[in-house]
């Protein structure tokens, strides 16, 4: 088909997921320079793509029919789909792009695989194997008729402000903060109790919507919180190890070459750790089973361990 000149992105996600969008995007401005891309975000992943494309905030609330309705108004040449759910599947099909690009779930789910084969020309396996910036970037591939084409870092780029900022918070050692440890029966003692045994002292992080539960029950620890992501990337980039449950902190951290301990579910992790790994940085991981007294000291000791491992090995 002819060169592209206009492509939308439907990336409807939170933090973690929009960040792992934007090695495709940066595949997308290198190999098709020319393109004018458009992204349609949540407000949790505007800031994000900004840097990158030109981007269209939609609120949670708004409807596949309002999502077409902006896609049509764009006039994309290529709609590229970077979601499995149904909102932004529906939206694709409904913006009439002469190309439209997506995930076929495979016959796991034969529902979902019948309507993706209605929605989308050309379709890549939901393959679990690949990590989740691997998969965008196969979409990106289908888009360009390209193959084999590398895929490049998380692209989040502080700002020299950004840095000036971050000196205040310098420390070796950072802890994300958020209530998601206290899972499967963990309390906020456990957590203190695996925390007690990294090196001590560290640098507690949390975002916002966070921050009042982090200094309720950690008002003794220096506790970093901004709502500049941008920042948060500068104080992240400053640490040698951060540790993080999984969450968007983990894809931060690696987008700024940051070694990370990243905390998964133990059920599934065989299907969720290749997935959303850190992505091209040193990282260690932890699994967090279903509670019990044996795993609450197995979690620390784990802990403990693989941020020695992360400090001491050669950068």
Same mark, same amino acid.
């Given at each position: 088909?002819?060169?592209?000149?206009?492509?939308?992105?439907?990336?409807?996600?939170?933090?973690?997921?929009?960040?792992?969008?934007?090695?495709?995007?940066?595949?997308?401005?290198?190999?098709?320079?020319?393109?004018?891309?458009?992204?349609?975000?949540? @407000?949790?992943?505007?800031?994000?793509?900004?840097?990158?494309?030109?981007?269209?905030?939609?609120?949670?609330?708004?409807?596949?029919?309002?999502?077409?309705?902006?896609?049509?108004?764009?006039?994309?040449?290529?709609?590229?789909?970077?979601?499995?759910?149904?909102?932004?599947?529906?939206?694709?099909?409904?913006?009439?792009?002469?190309?439209?690009?997506?995930?076929? @779930?495979?016959?796991?789910?034969?529902?979902?695989?019948?309507?993706?084969?209605?929605?989308?020309?050309?379709?890549?396996?939901?393959?679990?194997?690949?990590?989740?910036? #691997?998969?965008?970037?196969?979409?990106? /591939?289908?888009?360009?008729?390209?193959?084999?084409?590398?895929?490049? +870092?998380?692209?989040? #780029? @502080?700002?020299?402000?950004?840095?000036?900022?971050?000196?205040?918070?310098?420390? +070796?050692?950072?802890?994300?903060?958020?209530?998601?440890?206290?899972?499967?029966?963990?309390?906020?003692?456990?957590?203190? #109790?695996?925390?007690?045994?990294?090196?001590? +002292?560290?640098?507690?992080?949390?975002?916002?919507?966070?921050?009042?539960?982090?200094?309720?029950?950690?008002?003794?620890?220096?506790?970093?919180?901004?709502?500049?992501?941008? /920042?948060?990337?500068?104080?992240? /980039?400053?640490?040698?190890?951060?540790?993080?449950?999984?969450?968007?902190?983990?894809?931060?951290?690696?987008?700024?070459?940051?070694?990370?301990?990243?905390?998964? @579910?133990? #059920?599934?992790?065989?299907?969720?750790?290749?997935?959303?790994?850190?992505?091209?940085?040193?990282?260690?991981?932890?699994?967090?089973?279903?509670?019990?007294?044996?795993?609450?000291?197995?979690?620390?000791? /784990?802990?403990?361990?693989?941020?020695?491992?992360?400090?001491?090995? +050669?950068?």
């Amino acid at each position: 088909m002819a060169a592209l000149k206009r492509v939308a992105l439907v990336r409807l996600d939170a933090l973690g997921d929009t960040l792992l969008t934007t090695p495709a995007v940066a595949m997308l401005r290198e190999y098709a320079s020319d393109c004018e891309v458009l992204a349609l975000t949540h @407000p949790a992943g505007t800031a994000v793509l900004r840097p990158l494309c030109a981007v269209m905030e939609v609120t949670p609330k708004a409807s596949w029919r309002e999502l077409a309705a902006y896609l049509r108004d764009f006039q994309p040449d290529a709609v590229i789909c970077c979601s499995e759910k149904r909102r932004a599947t529906l939206a694709s099909w409904a913006s009439a792009a002469p190309l439209r690009v997506g995930f076929n @779930p495979g016959w796991a789910q034969p529902l979902k695989a019948l309507a993706s084969g209605w929605f989308f020309h050309r379709m890549t396996p939901a393959n679990p194997d690949l990590h989740e910036t #691997q998969r965008y970037a196969r979409l990106v /591939e289908l888009a360009l008729e390209r193959s084999d084409l590398e895929v490049p +870092p998380i692209q989040l #780029q @502080p700002l020299p402000n950004h840095y000036r900022a971050a000196r205040a918070w310098a420390a +070796p050692l950072g802890v994300q903060l958020t209530p998601k440890w206290c899972r499967f029966g963990y309390t906020i003692q456990h957590l203190r #109790q695996w925390l007690e045994r990294l090196p001590q +002292p560290w640098l507690g992080l949390t975002g916002p919507a966070e921050e009042e539960w982090a200094r309720r029950h950690f008002p003794d620890i220096n506790l970093y919180c901004s709502g500049d992501l941008f /920042e948060y990337a500068a104080v992240v /980039e400053g640490l040698r190890v951060l540790v993080t449950i999984d969450t968007g902190a983990a894809h931060v951290a690696a987008a700024r070459g940051v070694a990370t301990v990243d905390v998964f @579910p133990e #059920q599934n992790h065989q299907h969720c750790v290749p997935r959303w790994r850190p992505w091209r940085c040193r990282h260690e991981i932890v699994l967090q089973p279903a509670f019990s007294a044996e795993s609450v000291q197995r979690i620390g000791a /784990e802990l403990r361990g693989a941020v020695d491992r992360l400090w001491n090995a +050669p950068e």
